[in-house]
């Protein structure tokens, strides 16, 4: 069964740290892994990513891929505490179904404090 | 318009009651995702149409849900004689493309957040 996991499921840390959220899959057919972001609305987009090893970086924030060891890693520096909310990462599964359906994680909850 | 728009943003319903939601997509957007959120939990996908067709309804945990884009816009996901184990938000999601490596860009609306008592 595909499967999206991340962890941790929480963090709490104040302003100025750096955090790293990390993503593991287990897709049977990898087509591409996102990130949102999710305040009390709508999931905001953040990255998509499709291959390894290539960084993709949006001011404080920055993630990567291993399509090898089969995980993605979000990093956010400097935080905020605007930069409170869930993480959501996704896989599309690029299955004979061919609609870019999206399998989510559990999503990490970051709190920074002031 | 400017975003995915959904309404009620919330709705309170009796355990057996009919609900409807609707999602108005980006204007122009051909695909149209609906997900169902749990508490605590990451969104898990319902169903997709590609304009008005219903492309994978794969799921939909039950007949009692049912989803509707008659005329390949607004979209309406209506759940029949409401459980308690419905209660959860649901999202809607479109993306502007069909293929390429872009169509997985959804970008999502707020969401109704249904509570069956």
């Known amino acids: 069964e595909d499967k999206v996991v991340q962890s941790p499921l929480s963090l709490v840390v104040h302003e100025g740290d750096t955090v790293t959220l990390n993503c593991s899959y287990e897709?049977?057919?990898?087509?591409?892994l996102l990130w949102y972001k999710q305040e009390k609305k709508a999931p905001t987009f953040l990255f998509m990513l499709t291959s390894s090893g290539i960084e993709k970086k949006s001011g404080r924030l920055s993630s990567i891929l291993d399509k090898k060891e089969l995980f993605s890693i979000l990093n956010i520096t400097a935080t905020q505490t605007g930069d409170s909310a869930v993480y959501l990462c996704?896989?599309?599964?690029?299955?004979?179904?061919?609609?870019?359906?999206?399998?989510f994680g559990q999503g990490t909850t970051l709190q920074v404090k002031p | 318009g400017a975003g995915v728009s959904q309404s009620p943003r919330y709705k309170v319903a009796k355990r057996g009651q009919d609900v409807a939601l609707r999602c108005d997509p980006i204007?122009?957007?051909?695909?149209l995702f609906w997900y169902q959120q749990a508490l605590g939990q990451g969104p898990e996908f319902l169903t997709y149409f590609q304009n008005e067709a219903q492309l994978d309804k794969s799921g939909l945990p039950s007949d009692r849900f049912f989803a509707e884009r008659p005329e390949g816009s607004v979209s309406t996901l209506k759940i029949q004689r409401t459980q308690q184990e419905d209660s959860a938000v649901y999202l809607c999601?479109?993306?502007?493309?069909?293929?390429?490596?872009?169509?997985?860009?959804?970008?999502f609306g707020a969401g109704t957040r249904l509570s069956v008592l």
């Open positions: 999601a479109s993306s502007p493309w069909t293929s390429g490596p872009f169509k997985n860009i959804q970008y």
């Open positions: 996704a896989v599309e599964e690029g299955g004979s179904s061919n609609t870019g359906k999206l399998i």
């Open positions: 204007s122009g957007h051909v695909s």
């Open positions: 897709v049977t057919n990898f087509r591409s």
